[in-house]
């Protein structure tokens, strides 16, 4: 499953050199790149035996749409950084974005303030009568801090 979406998907729109490139501006990081398929000849071998379609341009198209869409972006997400849901936002004409302070990627994790947020956004299309709620969200408590 990880494979079919990553080879069609980020393995197709970005050359093994492109990664490679990208990951050398983390050098404190270049042991654990070196030992991630992603970053090494192997994964275009396997995505070539996999044989996934490139996506057709539209694919990757920004989406406009005038629907009403909840972003919510997490401060710290690895996966899909925050500035991407401000992206999202700008074709997405009827879209409200929340970013989440000391959030990863979960947001919908962070308690009760974010479930208030989602639930309020599915009864209503818009959560701003309950948005600040999320300013009182801080970092993440790890266990023996």
């Not at 729109?13 to 490679?20: E, F, I, M, V, Y």
């Not at 972006?73 to 302070?101: C, F, K, M, N």
Request: with cysteine; aromatic share 8%.
């Amino acid at each position: 499953m990880y494979y079919a979406v990553e080879c069609s998907e980020d393995l197709a729109l970005a050359s093994l050199s492109a990664r490679q490139a990208a990951a050398a501006r983390y050098p404190l990081l270049a042991g654990y790149y070196r030992s991630v398929q992603e970053f090494t000849p192997a994964s275009d071998d396997l995505c070539r035996a996999w044989d996934v379609a490139v996506p057709r341009p539209e694919v990757t198209a920004p989406v406009v749409s005038d629907v009403p869409a909840l972003l919510l972006a997490g401060e710290y997400d690895p996966i899909t950084p925050a500035r991407w849901a401000d992206t999202a936002a700008a074709t997405l004409r009827q879209s409200e974005v929340y970013h989440v302070r000391g959030t990863g990627h979960a947001v919908i994790t962070r308690g009760a303030c974010v479930r208030k947020v989602i639930g309020t956004f599915l009864d209503h299309l818009t959560a701003r009568s309950v948005a600040e709620c999320l300013a009182g969200i801080g970092r993440p408590v790890f266990v023996g801090q």
